[in-house]
C-alpha cells in the first residue's frame, strides 16, 4: 500500500543556497507533485522608483542580485538609454559586453561548484571556486569590485579598460581555459558523476517550450533560445553559437553551461581584440519621459526590464521579470517523478537565483 | 566512462601551494581601483551637500555651518555615486574595507579650526563689504534725491 504525505523542502536547507520552499508532495521516496513558494528575501526594490532618481536607480537595480549584479545594471541602463535615444558609444558598448560575459563566466563558475556540492563532491566544488576565485580578481582589477561593479550610467561606463588590464584579461583566460579543460572530463566522463546526472529530471522540448523555459534550462532541452542573438552592446559584431543539448537532463544543462564558459572565453577574446576608440559615455540631458521593454540574456536566461518614465526624475515603474520566475514551472516539472534524493540537486539545476525573484 | 578520474587533479593539489593567502598574517593586496571606502579631504569641502542628494542609501549629511561631513559607514554602499558627483572632486574612493563594529555609529568629520577661522572671515568680510556697497548705494540715492 503506498502512502502519500507532504514535507516540506526549504527555505533553510543545506543544499539551497537561497531561500525558497517546496511542499513536495511524496510516495514512498517519488515525488508526486511540488508545490513552490518564494517571498522571504522579497526587499521591494522595484517601489524604491518612487524615492529615487533615475541615475540612483542604476545603483538600486545592481544590488538586485550579488551574483547576475552586471546584467541588472546593464539592462536598466538599456532600458532608460532606449528611452532618452541615447547613442551609446562604440567603446562603451564593448566593454560592457567584456564584463557582462566575464560575469557570466564567474556566474558558470559558481554553478558548477554548487552542483559538485549537490552530488557530494566537496574537493570538485573547491576546484571550480579556485577557478572563479581568478575571474573575480580581474574583475576587482578593471572594476573596483569583486561582484559588484557600479561602472555603469545612463549613457555609457564610468571606467576603462587599459592595455594592460587588457593583458591580465587575456592571460587570466588563458588559464581558466586550461584548468577548465581539467575539470571538464570529471564532470562529462567521470562514471559517478554521471550516474547522479545522466537521466536525472528529465524535460522534453515541448514541455520546456510550453512551461517558458529560459537560458540554460531550455537550452539543455534542445531549444534554440538566446537573447545575445538580439544583438544588443556589441553582440552584433560578434561571432558565436546558440549552444544547446538535446538530452534534456541533468547532464545535458551541466554540458550547456560548461561550453558556454568556453563561449565566453571566445566573445571575450573577439571583443577585446576590436575593442574600438571611442568616448566611454555620452552627454545626458534632461529626464526620460516615455516607456520601454529590453529583453537581454543573463547568466541564468532571458531577463526582461519594463520602465515607464513621466519626465520627472522620479520614475512612475520599473519591473525586472527574471529568469528564474520562469524557470520555476518548469523546475516543478522536472520534480515530477524524481527521487527524494534529486531534489536539491534538480533544484540547483535551474541555477535558481531567489533574491532576482522577489528583488 | 571513466572511473576515478578525479585522482590526477587531487594528488597535483597535494603538492601545490596554498591558493588562498593567510589573511591576518599576510596584508591584504587591493587593486588600484579597489572600492573600499570613501574619504574626505574635508578641509576642501564648500559644504554643498551634493554628496548627500546623490547618496542612493542616504548615508552622508552635511552642515555647511558647523562645517561638519558625516557618513554613516554601515548605511554607505560603497557605489561611488556621490565622488562623481562632487564638485570640489574632494571625495575620494580608497582602498580597504570597512572594518566591523559593535554598534552602528557615524563618523564625523570637522573642519579644522583655521580653515573654519578662515571662512568665517571670509564672510565676514563679505558680509562687510555687501553692507559697505548697500550703504554706498544709499547714500548715492539720497544724493541723487537731495539732487532733484
Not at chain 1, 42 to 53: M, N, P, Q, V, Y
Not at chain 1, 225 to 230: A, E, S, V, Y
Not at chain 2, 76 to 97: A, D, H, S, W
Request: glycine content about 8%.
Amino acid at each position: 500500500m503506498k502512502k502519500r504525505s507532504i514535507v516540506p523542502y526549504g527555505p533553510q536547507h543545506p543544499v539551497l543556497p537561497e531561500p525558497v520552499h517546496l511542499d513536495l508532495v511524496i510516495e514512498d521516496e517519488k515525488i508526486i507533485e511540488a508545490v513552490p513558494s518564494i517571498g522571504f528575501v522579497h526587499r521591494g526594490l522595484e517601489s524604491l522608483t518612487a524615492k529615487r532618481d533615475f541615475n540612483q536607480m542604476v545603483y538600486v537595480t545592481e544590488r538586485v542580485c550579488g551574483i547576475c549584479s552586471f546584467g541588472h545594471g546593464f539592462g536598466y541602463c538599456e532600458a532608460v538609454e532606449d528611452i532618452m535615444d541615447i547613442e551609446v558609444p562604440e567603446r562603451a558598448k564593448y566593454l560592457r559586453t567584456i564584463w557582462f560575459e566575464l560575469s557570466r563566466m564567474h556566474s558558470h563558475f559558481l554553478w558548477l561548484g554548487l552542483l559538485a556540492d549537490g552530488f557530494g563532491f566537496e574537493n570538485l566544488f573547491y576546484q571550480c571556486w579556485r577557478i572563479r576565485e581568478k575571474i573575480l580578481d580581474v574583475l576587482s582589477l578593471t572594476t573596483g569590485g569583486r561582484v559588484i561593479f557600479s561602472v555603469n550610467k545612463i549613457g555609457g561606463v564610468m571606467r576603462d579598460i587599459t592595455p594592460e588590464m587588457a593583458v591580465a584579461i587575456s592571460e587570466m583566460l588563458t588559464s581558466v581555459r586550461k584548468e577548465l579543460k581539467d575539470i571538464v572530463p570529471i564532470f562529462m566522463e567521470d562514471a559517478s558523476v554521471k550516474r547522479r546526472l545522466v537521466g536525472v529530471g528529465v524535460l522534453s522540448k515541448e514541455q520546456a517550450h510550453e512551461l517558458g523555459c529560459a537560458g540554460p534550462f531550455a537550452r539543455a532541452s534542445g531549444i534554440e533560445i538566446d537573447m545575445r542573438k538580439l544583438g544588443y552592446a556589441a553582440y552584433k559584431d560578434l561571432d558565436f553559437d546558440i549552444i544547446t543539448s538535446n538530452t534534456g537532463d541533468s547532464y545535458g544543462r551541466c554540458y550547456v553551461r560548461i561550453n558556454e564558459i568556453f563561449q565566453s572565453i571566445d566573445i571575450i577574446r573577439q571583443a577585446l581584440g576590436k575593442l574600438p576608440d571611442t568616448e566611454l559615455a555620452a552627454v545626458v540631458k534632461g529626464n526620460p519621459k516615455g516607456e520601454s521593454f529590453i529583453r537581454i540574456e543573463q547568466p541564468r536566461g532571458e531577463a526582461i526590464y519594463y520602465v515607464r518614465a513621466n519626465g520627472s526624475p522620479h520614475l512612475d515603474r520599473m519591473r525586472v521579470r527574471t529568469p528564474t520566475f520562469a524557470n520555476l514551472a518548469g523546475l516543478c516539472e522536472t520534480l515530477k517523478g524524481a527521487d527524494y534524493a534529486d531534489v536539491g540537486l534538480l533544484i540547483l539545476t535551474i541555477d535558481p537565483c531567489i533574491s532576482c525573484t522577489e528583488r | 566512462m571513466a572511473i576515478m578520474n578525479f585522482v590526477p587533479t587531487a594528488l597535483k593539489n597535494l603538492f601545490l601551494k596554498p591558493v588562498t593567502t593567510s589573511y591576518p598574517l599576510e596584508p591584504a593586496e587591493y587593486p588600484e581601483r579597489s572600492r573600499g571606502h570613501i574619504r574626505i579631504s574635508i578641509d576642501d569641502c564648500i559644504g554643498c551637500g551634493m554628496c548627500t542628494r546623490a547618496c542612493p542609501s542616504g548615508a552622508l549629511s552635511v552642515n555647511k555651518n558647523a562645517g561638519t561631513w558625516e557618513i554613516n559607514r554601515f548605511d554607505c554602499v560603497v557605489c561611488g555615486y556621490c565622488v562623481e558627483k562632487c564638485p570640489k572632486k574632494c571625495l575620494f574612493m580608497e582602498k580597504g574595507y570597512r572594518t566591523p563594529d559593535t554598534q552602528k555609529a557615524t563618523e564625523t568629520f570637522t573642519k579644522s579650526p583655521e580653515v573654519l577661522a578662515a571662512e568665517e572671515a571670509k564672510r565676514k568680510e563679505a558680509a562687510e563689504k555687501a553692507a559697505a556697497a548697500k550703504a554706498a548705494m544709499a547714500a548715492k540715492k539720497a544724493a541723487e534725491e537731495t539732487k532733484k
